[in-house]
Structure formats: C-alpha cells, structure tokens
C-alpha cells in the first residue's frame, strides 16, 4: 500500500512545469534570433525557413503547455482539497499536517491515513462536506511511503 506524505502533495506538480516554462522562453528567444537574422539578410532563405520552423516547434510546445496547464489546474484543485483534509486530519489527532500521510492524491472512498498515533480511515458524509475519523487495524501492512 503507497502513502503520500503532505510534503510530497504539496510540492509535487510545481517542478516540471519550471522546466517546461523554461523550454518555451528558449524557443522564443531561438525564433527572435533567427527572424531578426533574416530580416537584417533578407537575401538568405535559410534563416527565413529555420524560424519558420521554429515557430512551428514554438506553438506546438506552446499548445502542449496549455493543456499541460488545465490539467495541472485540475490536479492542483484535488490535490488542494487532500491537503486541506490531512490538515483537518492533523488538528483532530493534535499532530502537525508534515508528520501524516494519506494513500490517495485526490478526494475519494475508502481513503487511510498513517499518522504517528496509528491508521485511520475516512468516512465521508453523504454530502461529502464531513468525514469521521475511525481507528483501524491493517493486517500485515506493506506501506510505502513516498516523500518529497
């Protein structure tokens, strides 16, 4: 059974999406070049075709980012609703949020958390607005926990 720390929920989608930002300024300032080359020596067709070609890789980076981004948006969210969950964990068992993990990512049935007081399983309400917090016994746990 995998368990995610808070840590790990709170950092996780934020690292690539540097990378990715990181991809899309150098593509732009690659075409700039290239665009400005051509037009100070209209007369070689190379240059005109390379930021052509640039461009292409440009905007397709650039649509690949934006769904990248609506999905980091949604995953955000989820993740945002766990982690508001493990700190409501945290305050009813009077331990910090840093020292539980939970063995989902996002909202669901059937969710346990692992704090330093033992497992507990979340029972959420038919609204899904509350959940009770109920003590269990997990036969021969095999707990991987991923951290940050």
């Known amino acids: 059974m995998t368990f995610y720390t808070y840590s790990y929920l709170t950092t996780q989608h934020s690292s690539w999406q540097y990378v990715r930002i990181g991809v899309l300024i150098a593509l732009l300032i690659v075409f700039i070049g290239l665009f400005v080359y051509y037009l100070r020596h209209q007369w ?20 690949l980012q934006i769904n990248s981004l609506v999905s980091l948006q949604s995953s955000s969210k ?42 507990y399983r979340l029972v959420y309400s038919s609204d899904g607005a ?6 269990v016994t997990l036969e021969s746990p095999q707990v991987k926990l991923v951290k940050e």
């Open 130 to 135: 509350t959940f009770v917090l109920e003590a």
């Open 78 to 119: 989820q993740t945002g609703e766990i982690t508001a969950t493990i700190q409501q964990v945290a305050k009813q068992l009077k331990v910090k949020p840093a020292k539980i993990s939970i063995n989902a990512t996002s909202i669901g049935s059937d969710l346990l958390v692992k704090s330093p007081k033992g497992y």
């Open 44 to 63: 070689n067709v190379k240059y005109k075709d390379l930021s052509i070609i640039t461009a292409t890789v440009l905007f397709l980076v650039l649509g």
